[in-house]
């Protein structure tokens, strides 16, 4: 078999979704370590106000590009943008472009789709349904074309708890639901949802589910792979280690530990979180692709289905997600926090409910209320509002844990050339979770907030700063506690004595057995 860059040299591929967080690293490692590529086609629509051409290249000129801008300086010059709008009739393309593709595309890369957990139904079915079933249709045009590569997601299938590297049926004929969809107002809708999706906690697993089979049942005899992801974060190795450029999922999460409003979170400490680089996915994402390409002439009949998870290779828990996080913003503080990083994890759902009560709601509330004294805007009531909206959508996925059958990825690896599984590494055996999460966390810092790292000792003086203030206000509240409710009472006090004996006595004890001499 070729390797992977030789596969793709001369090829013409095509993108979708190639401005979200995956498709820039896709498109970025694919024109680095495949430089023979010949065009890389992106579909992209009009977004306010800026042409597809506008956007692709005020997108290139971010630090993710660097490392290919200084190998290969003319690399923009293959990046071909197409004006598209994945939600329109023929993904209103032009008579010419539609042409254009059919004649030159040789792989397809449809990771386009709406992340967005409590998406309205039918909106996520248009993106995430309606949109692949259009790509599919364009797809059986293209009179070169080797292989179509469908990005969906792990936890497509979150339903069940074990997940095999298939495509299974779902509940609901998506033909019969997108016609009904057609009909039905949004309100009829959205009191169907919810026994529309049964089990699965939101639209999205349920249209990439829908997807998945529409892609198999429409696939007719195009070459087809299908990428599961778990939860994607910031980069392991590629272009650079921590590379993140959103808020979306753990990221947020993590920043808002970091700056110290997060004290408390719905999670199993023994759960498995199956967080995956993005890196990892993009490598096996190519390789997937390679893979079926080079074999299409001797290809099996069924779909390949790729579960791109860590959980049942390299095990990583909440618990120590918790514990990564606060050392490492304790370590490298982010600038301004409003207190000192500390967030605990709960599986209890009444414990967890009273500690938002007093580590989130109360502070929020009090620190607004200092704003409005000193004629400020208040804010932080808003930003917890969203903050607990963020850990409801999440809560679902951080308090269960899922067995993925991982043979095809296995597979896929024993079958790549030795410079093949250097240059596109998707083995995860290999991952420090430790590392990683030190260097997803300074990522989060230094490319989502834009800190620099000069600010650290302004940052750690606050922090500082911070912890002061806690042991000052402690400090004052024993001295109230013992002015209100102890001092006036003389039974508080035989108690508060009492204690105090006791405490002595038991240091005393102490004492006197670490200097006893055997």
């Given at each position: 078999m070729v390797t992977i860059p030789e596969y793709y040299e001369g090829k013409n591929v095509l993108i979708t979704g190639a401005t979200g967080f995956m498709g820039k690293v896709l498109l970025e490692k694919l024109l680095r370590s495949c430089p023979g590529i010949k065009a890389a086609y992106v579909l992209v629509r009009h977004k306010a106000g800026h042409a597809p051409q506008a956007r692709i290249a005020d997108m290139i000129n971010c630090k993710l590009f660097d490392r290919v801008r200084d190998e290969q300086?003319?690399?923009?010059?293959?990046?071909?943008?197409?004006?598209?709008?994945?939600?329109?009739?023929?993904?209103?393309?032009?008579?010419?472009?539609?042409?254009?593709?059919?004649?030159?595309?040789?792989?397809?890369?449809?990771?386009?789709?709406?992340?967005?957990?409590?998406e309205p139904l039918k909106d996520a079915m248009q993106l995430n349904v309606l949109a692949t079933q259009k790509m599919v249709a364009l797809a059986h045009r293209m009179k070169h074309l080797e292989v179509f590569l469908h990005v969906s997601t792990a936890y497509a299938n979150c339903d069940r708890t074990l997940?095999?590297?298939?495509?299974?049926?779902?509940?609901?004929?998506?033909?019969?639901?997108?016609?009904?969809?057609?009909?039905?107002?949004?309100?009829?809708?959205?009191?169907?949802?919810?026994?529309?999706?049964?089990?699965?906690?939101?639209?999205?697993t349920y249209t990439k589910a829908m997807a998945e089979y529409l892609v198999q049942q429409e696939c007719g005899n195009l070459n087809v792979a299908i990428i599961r992801p778990s939860i994607v974060g910031a980069s392991w190795k590629e272009p650079f280690p921590g590379w993140i450029d959103n808020f979306n999922g753990p990221s947020g999460i993590f920043i808002a530990a970091g700056k110290g409003i997060l004290r408390t979170m719905r999670a199993s400490n023994n759960a498995v979180a199956d967080l995956v680089p993005v890196d990892v996915v993009i490598n096996t994402t190519l390789a997937a692709a390679w893979y079926s390409g080079s074999q299409r002439h001797t290809r099996p009949k069924s779909i390949l289905v790729y579960n791109c998870t860590t959980g049942g290779i390299n095990p990583f828990h909440w618990g120590e997600v918790e514990y990564c996080i606060n050392m490492t913003f304790k370590t490298n503080p982010l600038e301004q926090a409003f207190r000192r990083p500390n967030v605990n994890l709960r599986s209890n759902p009444f414990t967890n409910q009273y500690w938002t009560t007093v580590s989130h709601t109360l502070p929020a509330l009090l620190y607004d209320v200092y704003l409005r004294a000193t004629g400020q805007k208040p804010r932080m009531m808003k930003t917890i509002t969203r903050l607990h909206k963020a850990m409801m959508v999440l809560e679902?996925?951080?308090?269960?844990?899922?067995?993925?059958?991982?043979?095809?990825?296995?597979?896929?690896m024993n079958q790549m050339g030795t410079d093949d599984k250097r240059m596109f590494n998707f083995d995860v055996r290999q991952l420090n979770w430790a590392e990683y999460m030190e260097n997803y966390c300074m990522g989060t810092k230094k490319y989502v907030l834009n800190e620099a790292e000069s600010g650290l000792p302004a940052a750690r003086k606050h922090l500082n700063k911070l912890r002061n203030i806690r042991y000052t206000f402690n400090m004052v509240l024993v001295v109230f506690i013992w002015?209100?409710?102890?001092?006036?009472?003389?039974?508080?006090?035989?108690?508060?004595?009492?204690?105090?004996?006791?405490?002595?006595?038991?240091?005393?004890?102490?004492?006197a057995s670490s200097t006893m001499k055997y």
């Open positions: 300086p003319d690399f923009a010059e293959k990046i071909v943008a197409v004006n598209s709008d994945l939600t329109l009739p023929e993904l209103d393309l032009s008579t010419e472009d539609q042409e254009t593709l059919a004649d030159c595309i040789n792989v397809v890369f449809h990771c386009a789709a709406t992340i967005r957990f409590n997940i095999e590297e298939v495509v299974y049926p779902p509940p609901v004929d998506y033909k019969k639901l997108i016609d009904s969809l057609e009909w039905m107002d949004e309100k009829l809708v959205s009191a169907m949802t919810p026994g529309l999706i049964g089990k699965r906690p939101n639209t999205y679902y996925f951080t308090s269960h844990s899922w067995v993925w059958n991982t043979d095809n990825v296995t597979m896929l002015r209100v409710f102890i001092a006036r009472s003389q039974m508080g006090r035989n108690i508060w004595y009492f204690v105090v004996s006791l405490c002595f006595k038991f240091l005393s004890y102490f004492r």
